[in-house]
């Protein structure tokens, strides 16, 4: 049984990639800060699928205090799912607030690479795989995307800069690049705005947390040869709009 440490997995993408992975015979270490949520998803999937390892992604000690105490069965990590992430505002660059930028940075970038480069010696001896989730947003600039669209684009580029340096290692790395997704995502954005998760998301048929974890779940379970670099879904509801132009 090979086991996936997924970070994020208190609710939307990250919660249903682990149902999606033990559905399908993975063990899954279920890491955020809602203790709560990881306890019902470890009621729920049995103490022999789940270990839930509650830490802020950004706080280092308290991470690998989480991770050096492991059960063994779950302490040999063959999959890692970087998916604990947020977009925090939706301002113009120049009326954003800046702590919301760091925190943005701190989460999606540094934290992120920070729990990719603790795992890389013992990835590397397992020949295990990393799922890195970007974004569109990384591909796309949209006004009021200014940090969030910056973080995905690290994570994404990021992502293809494991691939060189780990060349020949027999380990994977894919970003995923999903468009819209209906999740806790806007309500975090936007401070618990009710009003603009029911704006953005109704009537538009939006891609689940479902869709992209089993997405997830696919490119982990391909063939250990194959190597997916990067994968971008949107609904179909979902498109490209133009340029704007600013006239005198
Ligand atoms: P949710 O808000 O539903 O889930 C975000 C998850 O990230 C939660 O489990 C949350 O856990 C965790 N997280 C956030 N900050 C921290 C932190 N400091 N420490 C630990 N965990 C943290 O949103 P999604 O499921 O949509 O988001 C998952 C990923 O998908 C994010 O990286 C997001 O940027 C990306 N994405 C989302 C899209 C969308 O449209 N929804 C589209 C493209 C990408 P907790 O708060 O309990 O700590
Ligand atoms: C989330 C998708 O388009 O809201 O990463 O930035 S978008």
Redesign the pocket.
Known sequence: MKTALV??????????TVRALVACGWRCVA????KE?LDALVDELGTDKVHAAS?????EAARDTALGNLPAEFSEIDLLVN?????LGTSPAQSADLDQWK?MI???VT?LASITHKLLPSLIERKGSIIN?????ANYPYSGGNA?GGT?AF?RQFSLGLRADLHGTGVRVCS?????????????RTGGNEQAHETLYGGAD??T?DD?AETIRWVAELPAHLNINTLELMPVSQSFGGFQIARK
């Open positions: 970070t994020g997995a208190t609710s939307g993408i990250g919660e249903a890491t955020g800060r809602r949520r830490f802020d992604v950004r706080d998916n604990a992430g947020l977009a925190t701190e989460t999606n934290a989730v970007s974004s569109v947003a969030y995905k994570v995923i690049e999903p468009g819209m997704v209906e999740t806790e995502f806007t309500l975090v939006p891609m947390a992209i």
